[in-house]
């Protein structure tokens, strides 16, 4: 299946306003990359990288900043202590405007992990834009902290998601059913795909491609 995805996503490439084949014409589809300063480096990069690689049209965007701005990132890494360490990243430039974004232009929202979920999850306009998301029932991937949008925004009562453990307890209270995967896998629960840090980004990128290509 994923072979497949991946040579339409070519064909789509060369065709930015759709491809026609046989009749039928297939458009590109268009995926939000939410992210902050201070958003986790390989849960930014790779997945924005790995997206437009594939074919979809990645909108890179954060509140308060304009395309052409930048995000800093920090990378978390994991050497034998208690959590996770924190590091600087690099400078994440971003590719739209966060204040122009409709919904309905869309097919999937990737929340990013790090620190950014912290202070995102605080702004209304966010919490609105995943809960239509959401309610149309439209692909959604999370990976690390990024739930922590999820849980402030109210949408994973009795839905099956993961995160980092840390965020166990938080998903729990907001009515989710927390499961603990090894840090390189993924959920899924309908529409909605989740993985626990940067390790995972192979299997949640799959997953999501499934999702949005089902």
């Not at 990737?110 to 149309?136: N, Q, W």
């Amino acid at each position: 299946m994923l072979m497949d995805i991946l040579r339409l996503r070519r064909q789509r490439q060369h065709y930015p306003d759709g491809l026609q084949k046989k009749g039928v014409v297939f458009t590109v589809k268009k995926i939000i990359l939410l992210a902050g300063d201070f958003t986790e480096d390989y849960e930014t990069m790779v997945p924005f990288q790995a997206l437009e690689m594939v074919g979809y049209k990645v909108d890179a965007v954060c509140p308060g900043k304009k395309a052409g701005e930048y995000v800093k990132t920090a990378i978390h890494d994991f050497e034998g202590d208690q959590t996770y360490t924190e590091k600087p990243g690099h400078l994440f430039q971003l590719n739209a405007d966060f204040d122009e974004v409709n919904v309905d232009d869309y097919d999937g929202l990737f929340i990013t992990g790090g620190r950014s979920p912290e202070y995102l999850r605080t702004d209304h306009r966010v919490l609105t834009l995943v809960k239509c998301f959401m309610k149309a029932g439209k692909p959604l991937a999370a990976i690390c902290h990024g739930p922590q949008i999820l849980t402030a925004a109210g949408v994973i009562c009795g839905r099956t998601l993961t995160a980092y453990p840390a965020l166990a307890a938080d998903i729990r209270l907001a009515g989710g059913n927390y499961i603990e995967v090894p840090v390189d896998q993924a959920v899924v629960d309908g529409n909605l795909v989740t993985a626990p840090a940067w390790p995972g980004n192979t299997a949640i990128l799959r997953e999501f491609i499934k999702v949005l290509e089902s």
